[in-house]
Structure formats: C-alpha cells, structure tokens
C-alpha cells in the first residue's frame, strides 16, 4: 500500500521561491509507485494551501519568476493525537489521512522549529531534525555557542542586538578585515554583507538588522568552502565532501539560485583522503552537537591549518543545483533513493516518539 505524503513548501521567509524550487524537484523525483502525494503551499501571507499538481506553480522553470499558482485551496489544521486532519476550508472535504511530511520551507517558519513544533502538536512524522535541533541549527549565534562548547572549531565572532551600538574600529580590532555581517537566523547568504572599511559597516549593519533581531558579525575566514552532507537518524552517515568555488565576491544567494554560472561545485572535493575523513568525522559530530536528525548540510572553511564550520542546514536545498542531493548522488544514492530513505526515517523517528509514555500513573 501506498504511504500518504504531504509535501510543504513556499512560506512567508526571503527563500520562498527556492523553497518552490526545492519542491518541484523532490515532486517530480519521488517514486509514485510506493507514495500518495498531497501538495501543500504556504503563501507569503503564511495561508496553507491545496493544489493540484497539474497546476501549482506559475513560471516553474524560471528561478526569478517562479511562484505559486492561484489555484490553491485553503486549508485548515485539526490536531489530535492519532494525526493531525487537513480540511478544506470552502467545501470543509477532510484530506486523506497524511502519514508523513516532507517539509521543504527554508528560512524562517519552516527551518527554524515553527513548522517542526506545528507538525508535532499535529502528531504526524516529518522529514529533518526536530524542534530543538532545527532551532538551534537555524540561529548561527546558538549554533557557535554549542559547537564552541563542544570543541569544534567556528569563526570568531560577536553578536549585536537592535539598540546595541558597536563601531566599525571595535569590530575591526577584535575581528580583523574583512569581517561578515549577517543575521542571525537567515539562510541562502540572505542579509549577508562583506565589509572591509568604515564606508560599507553601517549599510551592512542596516541591511541585517531588516531581516532579525539580532546580527552576527564573524571573522573573514581564509579556506575553501567545503560541504557535507549527513543522513540519518541515531547512526547517522556522512557524504564525500565537495567543495563550492564561486566567482564573485561570496557565495551569495543570486550565486546560489539565480546565476548558476557564478559558482561551480567539486564533487568530490580536492582534499587528501585523510582530510577528507576530519571533515566527515566533523560533520558528525556536529550533527550530533545539535540535536539533527533526518537530514543536515554541514558547511566548512577548510585550510591546512583548520577546519572550521561555517554553519549547518537542516532543510538544505533540493533544487537542481543543490548540493545536498548532488553529494549523496555521487556516494552512489539516487535522487529518488535520497527522498525514500529520507522518508523512511521520519517513519523511524515517528514509530520512536510512540514508545514514549505521555502521562503519569499514580
């Protein structure tokens, strides 16, 4: 029999329309044989709709155009502790029962615990780390702090909040040039400035501060820019590494997901096999540090001297371009067997979270 699937995507964070790439991509793979598909697209006014799959997206191949459709449903949520139900607003029609999502909002209400904490109250399985892991994955400053204290290696770093004030020679002084401004809690290089002088440091700080509370200012690091991807639940697995060479100043997000001329990927990365291992040793290590489960890319600054994370993703792209699967692709995984065995073990984590007692005899 078929498992139910629902894929979640789109959202109201900076990565919507990648999110909308990532789906079409996991959509178009999955293996219809073993999966029933529901497809549910969050607006960019956080309404969660239902669409058809002959019809959810406008401009589908266009990275810079692409968009949901108008077609969609809107649903509500009923929670309960057999599995949370979607109703259809307008015809109040109840969904087929959903036995597991795969969520693929990237940024914030979908990478950062929200959707995770719904689907939970919703009692339904779902594809990725937790509430707490994706949360902590999500906000660099908590994620520096765990690893820092675990004794894995991150770049320096400090952190401003709105009201706070620090000075460009402050900064300088304790970081070096050049330095990145980013928010906190964005993914995709979203916010993300580069600043080597006094001219570009209140602009950067003014573009980050738009998109979070809070800002982390982080030492230039000299290394290649290494990923790695990691799956799997309590005995999680890492990918050969492969490493990003961009060509522009940082692999910001047009270089991600709109100019895919801009960058190019080396897979596997030019590091000797003993390197190679420290990264993938890292990796899992850091996976464990946080809390992931399912799936995370970890991403490294690599040098002769270093290995230092950068930080960990725990929706990771999905789009044609996306590291995540192209490493798994090249451990020998299809993009299909990456979406089944994914699948697989949210069912696993689900089956666990059974076992647990949720009242107290007395």
């Not at 649903?75 to 949370?84: F, I």
Request: charged share 20%; net charge negative; with cysteine.
């Amino acid at each position: 029999m078929k498992k139910s699937v629902a894929i979640v995507f789109g959202g109201q964070s900076s990565e919507h329309e990648v999110s909308l790439q990532s789906a079409r991509n996991v959509i178009n793979a999955i293996d219809r044989a073993r999966y029933e598909l529901t497809l549910i697209g969050v607006d960019k006014l956080g309404r969660w709709l239902r669409f058809d799959e002959r019809d959810y997206l406008l401009n589908a191949s266009d990275p810079a155009r692409i968009s949901l459709s108008g077609s969609g449903r809107q649903l509500a949520l009923l929670p309960g502790s057999t599995g949370g139900q979607f109703i259809e607003v307008e015809s109040g029609q109840t969904l087929p029962r959903i036995e597991v999502v795969f969520p693929l909002i990237h940024g914030a209400f979908g990478e950062d615990g929200a959707l995770q904490g719904l689907l939970r109250l919703l009692a339904i399985p779902f594809v990725g780390p937790d509430v707490l892991g994706s949360a902590a994955c999500m906000d660099k400053d908590v994620t520096k702090r765990l690893l820092r204290d675990a004794g894995i290696a991150v770049a320096p770093f400090v952190v401003l909040e709105r009201g706070q004030t620090l000075d460009f020679d402050q900064a300088a002084a304790q970081l070096g040039v050049p330095m990145f401004v980013k928010p906190a809690s964005q993914g995709s290089s979203v916010g993300v400035s580069k600043v080597a002088d006094l001219a570009g440091w209140q602009a950067a700080l003014a573009l980050a501060f738009e998109y979070d509370h809070k800002v982390l200012i982080e030492q230039g690091m000299v290394g290649r820019e290494v990923e790695c991807a990691v799956l799997g639940n309590r005995q999680p697995q890492a990918s050969v590494c492969g490493e990003v060479i961009a060509n522009d100043d940082f692999y910001a997000y047009d270089t991600k997901y709109l100019n895919d001329g801009q960058a190019r990927t080396v897979i596997p990365a030019e590091l000797s096999p003993e390197r190679a291992l420290q990264v993938r040793e890292v990796a899992l290590q850091a996976y464990r540090v946080l809390g992931c489960a399912g799936l995370s890319r970890v991403d490294f600054f690599v040098s002769e001297q270093s290995i230092v994370i950068n930080e960990i993703n725990t929706i990771p792209g999905f789009t044609s371009i996306s590291m995540y699967p192209k490493l798994w692709q090249a451990d020998g995984l299809t993009y299909a067997g990456l979406i089944d065995r994914l699948i697989e073990l949210a069912l696993e984590r689900g089956e666990e979270a059974l076992l647990l007692k949720r009242e107290v005899t007395l």
